[in-house]
């Protein structure tokens, strides 16, 4: 019983605590690291055609260029989808993904 008046007692000093030191590590997150710059983004989507591109000893071009901030998960998922083609649907006119359209429309 007497640990817990202790427990009880302590609990709202322990609260204070977390959330003193815990709130402003959760609220203060700061969201331009989520974002690739439009160089860092074409950069990246550039580097995957031109590993398939050597792949399928094919050449492509990048019509539509990164223009905005875009976020680092879709760009990640636009690169995982380019490398993914295999050379059949590599040998498209245009085989960017859907994942890579999304991109260019998705500007915050």
Known sequence: ML??????INFPLRLSFY???FFPVLMCTNYET???TPEEANTRIA???LIND???NMGHNIILPIIAKVEKKGTDLCVLKILSLDCTAWG?????PEECAIL???FK
């Not at 640990?3 to 009880?8: A, E, G, L, P, V």
């Open 19 to 21: 959330f003193v030191f």
């Open 92 to 96: 498209a006119v245009n085989p960017a």
């Open 47 to 49: 580097a995957a055609f």
């Open 3 to 8: 640990f817990f008046i202790k427990t009880f």
């Open 104 to 106: 260019l429309t998705s």
């Open 54 to 56: 050597s792949k399928c």
């Open 34 to 36: 989520s974002f690739y």
